[in-house]
């Protein structure tokens, strides 16, 4: 579990070598959460096995 911030990214990176999954989350009532995706689908998929299932769920953030 980690931020989505820019400045986690390279320790994101080490989580998925050997993982089995991905969850990924982003906030529906925040568009630039959604459109932030891509990078980090980009990351799974090349740095996980074939198999690895990864998900993708939008939330509602209360603040």
């Given at each position: 579990d980690?931020?989505?911030?820019?400045?986690?990214?390279?320790?994101?990176?080490?989580?998925?070598?050997?993982?089995?999954?991905?969850?990924?989350?982003?906030?529906?009532?925040?568009?630039?959460?959604?459109?932030?995706?891509?990078?980090?689908?980009?990351d799974?998929?090349?740095?996980?096995?074939?198999?690895t299932?990864?998900?993708?769920?939008?939330?509602?953030?209360?603040?």
């Amino acid at each position: 579990d980690t931020a989505g911030q820019e400045r986690f990214r390279a320790v994101t990176r080490s989580y998925y070598r050997g993982a089995a999954g991905a969850l990924m989350v982003y906030d529906i009532t925040r568009r630039a959460t959604y459109n932030h995706l891509s990078g980090w689908l980009t990351d799974a998929r090349s740095l996980t096995n074939p198999n690895t299932v990864i998900f993708l769920t939008g939330a509602k953030f209360k603040r």
